[in-house]
């Protein structure tokens, strides 16, 4: 009889939906919380899966020899003994880039309901106010052939200029200084290039804007990346949808910006004090046209799913060798 060709016996040790563990089975042979010998995951994985479990010294002390790979379900690894896994030839592997899809959708989200003044229209009909449609603040903009800026190139920036340039044909201009030669790749295929445009320095795409989106992580080149002059070069129709981080754009210019019109709106998920309230934020999120979400980005149902079958396929990649 023909060979059974060996599964790789995986220990999840999270619990995984039914759908994830009939993926996960035609490949590997998978054990999750539960499972009657679940506990001799130390002992007996070939690869573990985990989120946010701790695994320590003394686990690392009783791994098997088989155990090859650690499958993160996400990006940060401080709750694992990474030395000492590493030590015994162990490789981690995480999933970058999978939330980018959820980011991105927010991000556009922000931008819709900004460009038509959704909330703060919804908020005065609640209030009992009759609204025309002609009324202030009534009167919006359209995206179509609109021109975005996107600070930040990578997962997130690129899903989110997908998307504007297959929906609206969008022109982009693109600041990302270090962005990889993949990334500019994928970019450079995206678009045209009359309808990309790169600039080395960010104040360049300011006039020209619509929409401004970031995507930058929060380090020392980016904090306050977008500040009081970057702010006053915009259009006074233009949008500033921030899902990056809270430091990356100064919030007090961002305020004053506001105040003062030379931005019309900003949508804003990521605030340097989380999660945005009013005792730190009582005037920016009290201005009518500031939506403020606390840190969503990543939070979509379809997120938990996409990632545990991230997990299950880098580990049959790796497996593959
Ligand atoms: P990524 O690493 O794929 O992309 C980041 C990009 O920023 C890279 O292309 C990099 O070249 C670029 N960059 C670095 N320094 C820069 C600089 N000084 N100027 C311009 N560009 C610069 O990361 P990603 O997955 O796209 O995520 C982007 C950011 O989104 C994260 O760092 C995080 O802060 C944020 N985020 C937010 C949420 C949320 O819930 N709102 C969720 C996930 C990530």
Known sequence: ?????HKP???SLYPLEPSVI???????DLTVPGDPDWKNWREEAEAVMVRSNVIDADDVAKFGPGLKFVGKHGVGIDQLAAKEIRSKGVIIMNTAGVNATAVAELALALTMTLARNIPAIDRRIRSGATVDKNAEGAVGIQLTGRTFGIVGGGNIGYTLGKMLY???GAQIYLYDPVLSPTMAQKWADLLPSSKLI???NVDDMMPHIDVLSLHVPLIESTRGIIGEKQLKAMKPTAIVVNTARGGVVDEAALLKALKEKWISAAGIDAYA????????????IAQERVVSLPHIGAASLDVIRITAIAVLDHLKDAFAG
């Open 9 to 11: 016996r995986v220990f």
């Open 1 to 5: 009889p023909a060979a059974v060709p």
């Open 22 to 28: 009939e993926y996960g089975s035609q490949f590997f």
């Open 166 to 168: 297959g929906a609206f």
């Open 198 to 200: 790169r600039v080395d």
């Open 273 to 284: 004090i989380e999660p945005p309230h009013v005792d730190n934020y009582s005037e920016l």
